[in-house]
């Protein structure tokens, strides 16, 4: 069986609006938690349910949730296993895609993180 083609897309996302007070990283820490728990919140036009399953921390300490994560488009679920990096980074793997990570970032010469998505 050959393999079939993809596509797959990358962006960074600043979260901190031009002329606001920035968030901190303490923050973006707790809303990317909440992100986890609550993907819907954040990507209401695709994500119509987040269900943690588990809840659990790996042999290098690090937090880690197993979450299904059911679609808009279709119904269609998926499985998700999101690894806590402590304020550096989230990443969410799921079986069918690569890693997509979510990371705090200062820009050069910013005093502020910003959050970008790399996927």
């Not at 609550?38 to 300490?61: R, Y």
């Not at 679920?77 to 705090?104: D, G, H, I, Q, W």
């Amino acid at each position: 069986m050959s393999p079939t083609p993809a596509a797959y897309i990358a962006w960074t996302s600043p979260i901190n609006p031009a002329g606001s007070k920035p968030l901190t990283l303490a923050q973006i820490w707790a809303g990317l938690h909440r992100k986890v728990r609550h993907a819907e919140e954040f990507v209401p036009a695709a994500i119509k349910s987040t269900d943690v399953i588990s809840e659990s921390v790996d042999e290098h300490g690090r937090e880690v949730i197993t979450r299904d994560v059911v679609f808009i488009e279709g119904g269609r679920k998926a499985r998700e296993v999101c690894t806590f990096y402590p304020s550096m980074k989230v990443e969410v793997c799921t079986p069918f895609l690569l890693p997509e990570n979510a990371l705090p970032s200062y820009q050069e010469g910013s005093v502020a993180p910003d959050m970008y998505r790399i996927g």
